[in-house]
Structure formats: C-alpha cells, structure tokens
C-alpha cells in the first residue's frame, strides 16, 4: 500500500511488509464489502504472515 494505494498481484515481491494468502471468493467478499479483512481472518479465509 502506498497512501491510500494497493496494488495486488501473483507471486513473489522484493520485499513484502506483509504476504495475504486467499482465493478469490474471499477477495471478492472483501472488496464487495461482505466481510473486513479482519473478519476474513478469524474466519481462516484469509492468512496473513510477515515478509
């Protein structure tokens, strides 16, 4: 994220903060609204590890 910027993309990156593994249902639901990204990982759809 840059400012209130996100780029997503497949595979790796230089130097990631941050690595969120998910399908695309729960990105979708994210985006949409259905659900936070926080809600998404108590729920185990999304996981999210240091980079």
Known sequence: ???ETCATSEGSAN???AVFTMNAEALNR????EVTA???IKE???H???G
């Open 15 to 17: 130097a990631p903060a």
């Open 48 to 50: 999210v590890a240091s």
């Open 44 to 46: 185990g759809t999304v």
């Open 38 to 40: 926080a809600q998404a």
């Open 1 to 3: 994220m840059d400012g």
């Open 30 to 33: 994210i985006f949409l609204g």
